[in-house]
């Protein structure tokens, strides 16, 4: 799907994105009028962040990183004595608060004029989002700097790194909110499955991002313009092997895409079937509150939950399941549930698969707590394109709908019918 800058105002997102325009315009304005103070100094850390941001690397969640850039932001925000020399002491820095957001905006800028030259879109609420963290940062720490609130602690103790630490820390939390905010708005994500997935995201390069920003910081009043790249190396290393992590997943993806396309070129299906079922299963997935790797599974789950019909001798008419009897629907589930274990590593994938054709709850009998979320989501999602294909026709996508209605008594889980038919009507206002 591709992805438009104007897709993002709208809700949390929108908020966001006014609230950093603002401080952007006003940290630019107030640095303008005032005059850039220790103008080298400024523009090493321009460069450092606009280099980050040009070297900005995509990861799982759909989240763009570009941990040197933010990093960088983070140490000039926290920056106190500056080595200027050889034989020469440390030099106290005076700037204050929105000089921090114009060299931020600054270095934004620079980085991201090649991303957009090249036609790759950058998020902008993503890049609000650093703005605004980065103000916070500078706001909790300038000001109790410049004001020599910390003189006391400035003794090469533990107390001022703990100090930088903690405003790192509180500046992530205040990140991870907004993102999830504006991923509940945009996504209809719970904001607390949300919130979950971003602070699980901040434990891992957040936690890498802030400790550099606090090093650089530091090691600064000793080393001067050399603690930029000495400390920078190590982040720049991890962000590399991050880059390779993501390289490695799309890789993964696009191999099980390919091989979901098996069954549509062996006739076994309709073209784009394991598709469709993919991109609605995971809307259905992520507005119950799924988890991020919750998400993975079903996509893989859902994209190969058909693979089972290759041991069928002859296919079934248009490859619709839902038309064949319960026990032939329970042994195709388990046959594609043994080849997706053959990989070794999808076993969680394969018990979905496995699980897929168990309806919701036999008459008589409790519910099975055993059949994951993601295998009802399927199964409901499997029954609706098998009824709709890929017609656009409203009419027979309520139809659809309706006959799912009739049977999640006992068929279909009653949450994920409710939930498919939000994301249905949705779907539908949006292509009215």
Known sequence: MTRRWSDEFTGASALVLFASLLVAVAGVAATAAAGVQQQQIAWAFVSLIAIGHLVSVNLPGGRTAAPLGAAGALAYALLEDFAGGRNTAPEATTFGVWQVVAVTVAGILIGTIPHIAFGTLPRLETIARRILVTAIAAALFRPLYTSGALVGIDDGGWELPALMMAIVMVAGLVDAILAALA????????????????FRALLGIGSAIGATGVLIALASEVMGYWALPVFAIPLVVAQFSFRRYAAIRATY??????????????GYTESGHSQRVARLSLAIGAEMGMSEAQLDDL??????????????????????????????????????AEVIRQTGVL??????????????????????????????????????????????????????????????AFEYDPRVIETLTRVVDRTLLLNA
């Open 299 to 336: 996509r893989y789950a859902a994209l190969m939950h058909d693979i089972g019909q290759l041991s069928l001798a002859e296919p079934i008419p248009g490859g619709a399941t839902i038309m064949v009897a319960p026990e032939e629907q329970r042994r195709i589930a388990t046959l594609g």
């Open 183 to 198: 991923r509940a708005g945009r996504d209809h994500v719970p904001f607390d499955a949300a919130a979950r997935d971003e």
């Open 347 to 408: 076993d969680r994938v394969a018990l979905i698969v496995e699980c897929q054709a168990e309806p919701y709850r036999r008459r008589g009998e409790p519910l099975d707590a055993g059949i994951p979320l993601a295998s009802r989501i399927i199964r409901a999602v499997n029954a609706y394109d098998d009824f709709v294909g890929g017609s656009l026709d409203s009419e027979r996508r309520m139809d659809a709908l309706e006959r799912l209605r009739g049977s999640m």
């Open 253 to 266: 993806r696009q191999t099980i895409e390919s091989l979901s396309r098996v069954t549509e070129l062996g």
